[in-house]
Nanobody
Framework: QVQLVESGGGLVQAGGSLRLSCAAS????????MGWFRQAPGKEREFVAI???????YYADSVKGRFTISRDNAKNTVYLQMNSLKPEDTAVYYC?????????????WGQGTQVTVSS
């Protein structure tokens, strides 16, 4: 089981930016698709972005054009650059290893990192 540690969250004003990081403990990181998900208070966890092992990226419509997912295989780390943040982006953000955009298919989650966007 891949251990995941998210970091980089914080409090930011609307329109601001944050970069999240997720460090994965696996020697075969480069072979995994990696994804970001988020869960707002009172809502179900939802898909944000995925980057496949070959580098292809997929985004939820709600973040397309504002968020960018990237990876550094040498550091076993996946990033989420979040620009033009909105109050509705407020959530706990989680990463995971896998190609599915359905959070129900994942049995393990890290502790996540809180992102709060003030209006």
């Amino acid at each position: 089981q891949v251990q995941l540690v998210e970091s980089g969250g914080g409090l930011v004003q609307a329109g601001g930016s944050l970069r999240l990081s997720c460090a994965a403990s696996t020697r075969t990181f480069s072979s995994y698709a990696m994804g970001w998900f988020r869960q707002a208070p009172g809502k179900e966890r939802e898909f944000v972005a995925i980057i496949r092992s070959g580098g292809r990226e997929y985004y939820a419509d709600s973040v397309k054009g504002r968020f960018t997912i990237s990876r550094d295989n040498a550091k076993n780390t996946v990033y989420l650059q979040m620009n033009s943040l909105k109050p509705e982006d407020t959530a706990v953000y989680y990463c995971n290893s896998g190609a599915s955009n359905d959070p129900r298919e994942y049995g393990y989650w890290g502790q996540g990192t809180q992102v709060t966007v003030s209006s």
